[in-house]
């Protein structure tokens, strides 16, 4: 399994015509020791500015009130400042009727949802909502894809779309926006690895990237109550392994390949590098 990169690099958007010129580097966020072994396998940021992230290993971690660490899935939550936020980090999830100690399989990434409150999936297949003002758990499933789910993708209205990291024979299964199961709307019959999974905000269109095989699938349904069919592909040579709509607009943010999985070589493509694709020009734009 591949990682994410060790450190996240904060960057700023000025203003600037010419292409891919306007980035400035800032450094590394909260500051240059946060790092660890594992990597990074989540990032998400809430309403209220704060910056959720989650190494993909448990660590040893002292709880407070204990004299003894124990081996820990965290969450770290910071403040847009890098401070971290009172409740940070989160190694306990405690909601209406479950209080889990994050111990045992691996964290598999976090996104916010349609209200802002962080959505969290681990490699033993459950989901997590958290609240984002407070720490505390608000809801829990368990997702029974077969392996490990993808980062989830959420609508508008608040439906969930979680993939599978492993493709062949495992569905992409849709949850409604109070975690109750409603269906699997695709499975795949073809072999591939995955780490996250887009939504249109309607919740009609997926993309889903297949970064083995180096392509992002679309696949679009008329209405809630019809099925999804593959209409195409974007960024054919892309290795995608984490993928975002741009708040308010067509545009996708999709991440091209890393120094482990890289890009198809005759593709446009670069290494650790993130494109913003238009989708209504089927250009990328930044």
């Given at each position: ?77 910071f403040n847009d400042d890098g ?203 930044d």
């Amino acid at each position: 399994m591949k990682h994410f990169l060790l450190f996240i690099a904060i960057i700023i958007l000025s203003v600037s015509n010419t292409f891919a010129q306007g980035w400035t580097y800032q450094g590394n966020f909260p500051n240059d020791n946060f790092k660890g072994g594992s990597g990074l396998h989540g990032l998400a940021v809430d309403p209220d500015g704060k910056v959720w992230v989650t190494k993909l290993s448990p660590e040893y971690f002292t709880p407070p009130g204990l004299t003894d660490s124990i081996l820990v899935r965290l969450i770290y939550v910071f403040n847009d400042d890098g401070i971290p936020a009172s409740f940070s980090p989160i190694w306990k999830i405690e909601g209406s009727g479950f209080s889990d100690t994050l111990i045992g399989s691996n964290s598999r990434g976090l996104r916010a949802d349609q209200n802002g409150n962080i959505l969290y999936v681990t490699g033993n297949q459950l989901m997590y909502r958290i609240n984002y003002q407070t720490g505390l758990g608000m809801n829990k499933v368990e997702l029974g894809l077969g392996t490990s789910p993808t980062a989830p993708a959420v609508s508008e209205d608040g439906k969930i779309f979680v993939g599978p990291v492993v493709n062949n024979g495992f569905p992409i299964k849709e949850f409604d926006s109070d975690f109750n199961y409603i269906s699997d709307v695709i499975t795949f019959d073809q072999s591939g690895f995955s780490r996250s999974v887009e939504v249109s905000m309607g919740g009609n269109t997926i993309y889903f990237p297949s970064y083995t095989r180096r392509l992002i699938i679309v696949y679009q349904r008329s209405d809630e109550f019809s099925a999804f069919d593959s209409v195409g592909t974007i960024m054919d040579g892309a290795a995608c392994e984490s993928i975002t709509f741009k708040r308010g607009t067509e545009k996708l943010w999709i991440s091209a390949g890393s120094f482990n999985d890289l890009p198809e070589p005759s593709s446009p493509y670069s290494p650790s590098t993130w494109y913003e694709y238009d989708l209504f020009s089927g250009l990328v734009t930044d």
